[in-house]
């Protein structure tokens, strides 16, 4: 469900009648985005002299999203295990694609976060999932279709081979993103999730193809970190953020941890962020050079 939809629903779902701008405080949404949920959804509505309560449709459709948000919520325990197992098939991590693990608590929290804000009900995709973190979000219980798209094939070979064994509906695209974006993968995603190569060059192409990919009202989970001697790569990293036109909403400090990266610590934070009328790609078409910390000599 639409989030600022989910929000509006929530705030009335007690029974109350408000006004519009009463409607703005409860639920934390702008004017304009309460005028176009009351709009959209009006079979969700009873509209008694421009004061609102939530119908029984309304009702109805909240309850269901909040039985598909909490899908996650009995804990990790129960697939924590199933999940490291998972993890332990990989291979040694490939350095020339900037592949570092993260911890399993990390997979845990990423997997909870994307479920509790309710990604896995409008399309989620992962670009490059060395860390496995669809198949987390989907042993959380997501019960919903996620794609991963990777250029290594080993990792894409785990995750198909699990979505088989537990009937998960996953699909696994071997896709190079140098390459140009998928006619069929253009403005078809809820949410992108990335932790995408150190190098600029490679964050800016990911940055660029999570753009191409997300619907109007997406939203973009990334993940970088920097050493405190080298801040000036992370505020390049915000410039691309802002010039490919996202909103950052939300910044995670040290929410993920990995199984080395001690060049920044060994953790890093996650981003959340928002389209905007403004974003774009910064990068189209076929790309060549490098986009990794491990280059060839003299690049």
């Known amino acids: 469900m639409y989030e600022g939809a989910f929000r509006i629903l929530r705030a009335l779902g007690d029974g109350r009648s408000l006004a519009q701008d009463e409607i703005v405080h409860a639920a934390g949404e702008a004017s304009s985005v309460v005028r176009e949920v009351i709009e959209r959804y009006p079979k969700w509505f009873e509209d008694d002299e421009r004061r609102f309560r939530c119908s029984e449709r309304g009702l109805a459709a909240l309850a269901r999203e909040l039985v598909a948000r909490s899908a996650g919520d009995a804990g990790a325990e129960s697939w924590r295990a199933a999940y490291e197992a998972m993890a332990a098939e990989r291979p040694t991590p490939k350095r020339a694609l900037d592949q570092v693990y993260v911890t399993t608590d990390t997979a845990v929290r990423r997997?909870?976060?994307?479920?509790?804000?309710?990604?896995?009900?409008?399309?989620?995709?992962?670009?490059?999932?060395?860390?496995?973190?669809?198949?987390?979000?989907?042993?959380?219980?997501?019960?919903?279709?996620v794609t991963a798209v990777d250029t290594d094939e080993e990792m894409l070979r785990i995750l198909s081979r699990h979505a088989e064994e537990h009937g998960w509906e996953q699909d696994t695209v071997h896709h190079d993103l140098r390459q140009p974006t998928p006619k069929s993968m253009l403005g078809r995603y809820g949410a992108v999730f990335t932790d995408p190569p150190y190098a600029?060059?490679?964050?800016?192409?990911?940055?660029?193809?999570?753009?191409?990919?997300?619907?109007?009202d997406g939203r973009l989970y990334i993940c970088f970190g920097q050493s405190r001697r080298a801040s000036e790569r992370g505020l390049q990293k915000q410039r691309v953020l802002g010039e490919a036109g996202f909103l950052v909403e939300a910044v995670f400090e040290d929410f993920n941890h990995y199984q080395g990266a001690e060049a920044i610590g060994s953790r890093s934070a996650l981003w959340r962020c928002r389209v905007t009328p403004e974003t774009k790609p910064l990068v189209r078409g076929e790309v060549e050079g490098p986009l990794y910390t491990s280059r060839p000599p003299n690049t």
């Open 200 to 216: 600029i060059e490679g964050f800016r192409l990911f940055v660029s193809r999570a753009a191409e990919m997300l619907k109007p």
């Open 111 to 145: 997997a909870e976060l994307l479920l509790e804000a309710g990604e896995h009900q409008r399309g989620l995709v992962f670009l490059g999932d060395d860390d496995l973190t669809s198949a987390a979000v989907q042993l959380a219980g997501a019960g919903r279709k």
